[in-house]
């Protein structure tokens, strides 16, 4: 085909690209879009001159997709739509086989370039610039108290404090400072606080967790930043508490999820559930932290900052030796281009020198494509974007034709939920979440009641 759409003879490539528009026409490719998919695949076929379209492979496509994506000048929208030219064109116009079993999903889905306050890099020092900022709110209040913020992050991150907690606690501050039409710091205190908490509770009407998140980021920061005890001063209305269960599926539906998503996406929940991981854990896996001899995982630095063992699923130990392999041949294919670096903390970075150059400290499921550092400029892979996987989990329960409200988290929710549900001791179950308290785990077992198998219903004995 390749000869056909370059040949000398213009009909042929005329009738070739008015097959392949008319088929972008019918899934939904937008005119203005059009145009550029034709650039994209007249690109691609000129990389592969004197080759046919028909005798291309898998190998092809992962060859020109992988050395695309390490180019620094192409952007991530670029990229995805590359990436979606090739799949219509080999899985509707052309309709090979291999194509039609390809993982493109991979490609269009796992390439997301790191955002500057990401929390795998936003440790890497410094304060994150204005210009960064997530929204509006929050950058107002970064320019306009430009010293007691970086007071603020100095404080949180010399305590340790989660990224998520850093970035949800300046939040706060943002809407609290902008509610109070942006005064000086001076002229807020413990009336002002307990004004906005009641404003939360009957204006917006919040539930009660959220009115404690923001008391204790508005507490952190006038006692721990700028010496201040508020938290005993201040009084307010408190919202009403709301108990809620989490979503947890059957074993069915977890299987029927599974089926519904792609392979590369299917792996990720796969290990979510059998071993009851949050995404941002599952994401950040390294090599290094799969233990094939003992059958376990190491969870690195998560909630609270601890570390705790996992077990790797038997069933997975196969296809995750097989991916690492693909994932191996990748890094070597890396180094030979010159790149192969993967992030690590500062501290780690110092310590070790080239380690970040290893295959054991390598990501366990790599970014589709190179991106630059938003820190430091580097061109690396990263590890897959937490958000893609969690579309992919939406996307395969709405496939899947799951009516639950289906979330990441419902996964490690039904893992907690299976494991009490087969008799296994609730202490074991807190360890292997890794929660300071039981009581955060006994949730769990008020769900296991709830399913019926405690209480029958009176109308089965009718």
Known sequence: ??????????????????????????????????????????????????????????????????????????????????ADALRLLFTGLLRLNWALEYDWYRWRAFARELAPDDPSVLRSGGVPSPENAANGVVRQFRSRYGREYAAFVKTLRMRGMAVRT??????????????LDWPTVDATGEREIGQFLEFLAIERQVSG????????????????????????????????????????????????????????????????????????????????????????????????????????????????????CRVKTLHEDDLRDGFGEVWLPPALARKFGSAARGFNWQYVFPSARLSNDPRSGELRRHHVHASSLQKAIRDGARNAGLSKRVTSHTLRHSFATHLLESGRDIRLVQELLGHSDVRTTEIYTHVVKKTGLAVRSPLDVL
């Open 1 to 82: 085909m390749s000869d056909i759409v370059t040949g000398p003879d213009p009909l042929p490539v005329r009738r070739f690209w008015h097959k392949y528009l008319s088929f972008l026409e019918k899934s939904g490719i937008s005119e203005k879009v059009r145009p550029w998919y034709r650039r994209h695949v007249e690109r691609y076929i000129a990389a592969h001159e004197g080759r046919r379209l028909q005798t291309h492979s898998a190998q092809e496509v992962n060859a020109y997709l992988n050395k695309l994506g390490r180019m620094s000048s192409v952007s991530e929208w670029q990229f995805r739509q590359v």
């Open 166 to 179: 850093e970035t949800t606690y300046e939040h706060w501050l943002a809407r609290f400072f902008r509610h």
């Open 209 to 324: 967790s959220t009115q404690r998140i923001a008391l204790n980021a508005l507490v952190f920061f006038f006692r721990e930043v700028l010496g201040r005890n508020v938290d005993e001063a201040v009084k307010y209305r408190h919202a009403s508490p709301k108990r809620r269960l989490p979503v947890v599926l059957t074993q069915d539906e977890v299987r029927r999820l599974l089926q519904a998503m792609p392979d590369s996406s299917q792996r990720m929940a796969s290990l979510m559930y059998g071993t009851g991981m949050r995404v941002s854990e599952c994401v950040r896996l390294r090599v290094q932290d799969v233990d094939f001899g003992y059958r376990q995982i190491t969870v690195r630095s998560g909630k609270g900052n601890k570390d705790r063992l996992v077990p790797l699923p038997q069933r997975l130990m196969v296809d995750l030796r097989e991916h690492l």
